[in-house]
């Protein structure tokens, strides 16, 4: 018989249209009201936000800020710098360049400032282009330098018949070249039902697995929930299995070697993404002349059971 787990930090309030906690990159599907904003959390958001996202984000703020100071060179007047007015556009041209190089601290000195106002304002903005460049790289940095896990997951997850029993399989796989050392996983299952007074309520279980923890990961490692008489799952039939409200978390660890330290990364299914008699097909194989291969494409790749 299952037993119940407390809950792990989730809550055990539900409904009947809830939406799955955690998302398939980790994070939290949580959306969060009347919260305070707190400068200390940009930092965590500026590090945490994709590649792509950042150098946008950087690239987009340079631009605003070279406007800003050209749009004030220009107002107080262009004569203020060493350049003859010619015009709107070239006028505006050789402020927002002007303001570029002050930021920058580049300085090729075919336009200075003049005037007493244009020295001030360029003197602030060379003051707020070092703090600025200063703030970046400690960006680059702290994005860099900061522990990363570096496992996939299978999209899906599978049941199918295993060792005279039934068994739920998902697999995990390395996608670097690093050495991970003992990683152990913990999988936690959350299932909606109905209580008593109507009102939808989770109950937690803890999924044993034929082998939670091994010593390297450096190819695949397909996890393995037998579904017996002390299984949650065990009273479900197949298609009671893939209608079930339910989501399944995963939390792995292991010693990462690259930071020197451990690492975590957590994964969730629902089943949504439940196939059954189905088998993953190997995504690691010899080739004809013996050498090693890890197959990044198989990952996901299933097959019908015979």
């Known amino acids: 018989m299952s037993r119940k787990i407390k809950d792990p930090g989730f809550g055990y309030d539900s409904s009947n249209t809830s939406h799955r906690l955690v998302n398939r990159d980790g994070s939290f599907n949580i959306k969060h009201l009347n919260k305070k904003f707190s400068f200390s959390e940009v930092y965590s958001y500026l590090i945490g936000m994709p590649w792509w996202a950042f150098f946008v984000l950087v690239f987009l703020g340079y631009i605003v800020v070279n406007i800003f100071f050209g749009a004030l060179y220009y107002l107080i007047g262009i ?19 002007f303001s570029s190089q002050t930021i920058t601290t580049l300085g090729y000195g075919a336009i200075s400032p003049t005037g007493h106002l244009a ?3 360029a003197a602030f903005e060379a003051f707020l282009g070092l703090l600025s460049f200063s703030f970046f790289t400690g960006l680059l940095y702290g994005r860099f330098s900061k522990p990363k896990a570096a496992i996939r997951f299978s999209n899906t997850f599978v049941i199918r018949k295993f060792k005279n029993e039934t068994a739920l399989m998902f697999r995990l796989m390395n996608k670097r070249k690093n050495i991970m050392i003992e990683p152990e996983v913990n999988v936690t299952i959350a ?25 390297y990961l450096p190819t695949t490692w397909t996890i393995v929930h037998q579904i017996n008489e002390t299984s949650p799952l065990f009273q479900y039939s197949n298609k009671e299995l893939k209608q079930l409200n339910a989501e399944i978390f995963v939390l792995l660890e292991y010693y990462e ?3 020197s330290q451990r690492v975590y990364q957590l994964h969730s299914y629902d089943f949504n993404q439940l196939e059954i008699d189905k ?28």
């Not at 299932?191 to 010593?215: A, W």
């Not at 995504?283 to 015979?306: Q, W």
């Open 79 to 97: 004569e203020q710098l060493t350049v003859k007015s010619a015009g709107f556009f070239n006028d505006f041209a050789n402020a927002f360049f």
């Open 279 to 306: 088998k993953f097909t190997p995504a690691y194989y010899f080739d004809n002349k013996g050498v090693a291969l890890l197959d990044h494409r198989k990952l996901s790749e299933t097959i019908h059971m015979d």
């Open 119 to 121: 020295a001030f304002i």
């Open 257 to 259: 070697d690259s930071f």
């Open 191 to 215: 299932i909606n039902k109905v209580s008593d007074d109507g009102t939808f309520k989770r109950d937690f279980f803890q999924l044993p697995l034929e082998r939670k923890k091994i010593m």
